[in-house]
Nanobody, 121 residues
């Protein structure tokens, strides 16, 4: 059974940090590119960052460049999103997603259940 379990969300003040984790099981994690998405109330889900399965290359949405860092630990079947200098506009439900591919291409094969991140001003 495929499972993606996110954790690490919560309430933080502006300027603070959170680290999201997404633990995967039930499939060959190493072969999957990984993306983080977020959805704020009343808005469409948007891509935040992704990391390849082959060369570790990464992509970031312009609004999070320099503040967020995506990484993966294939030994632990886990992907992380380190979020620093958080802003109220980062408030959203964050989802991890997996794509059987070298590089992440929408739509993903699997979605996590989401974790809430709330940044207070």
């Amino acid at each position: 059974e495929v499972q993606l379990v996110e954790s690490g969300g919560g309430l933080v003040q502006a300027g603070g940090s959170l680290r999201l984790s997404c633990a995967a099981s039930g499939f060959a994690f190493d072969d999957y590119a990984i993306g983080w998405f977020r959805q704020a109330p009343g808005k469409e889900r948007e891509g935040v960052s992704c990391i390849s399965s082959s060369d570790g290359s990464t992509y970031y949405q312009d609004s999070v460049k320099g503040r967020f860092t995506i990484s993966r630990d294939n030994a632990k079947n886990t992907v992380y999103l380190q979020m620093n200098s958080l802003k109220p506009e980062d408030t959203a439900v964050y989802y991890c997603a997996m794509k059987y591919s070298d590089y992440f291409v929408f739509p993903p094969d699997y979605w996590g259940q989401g974790t809430q991140v709330t940044v207070s001003s």
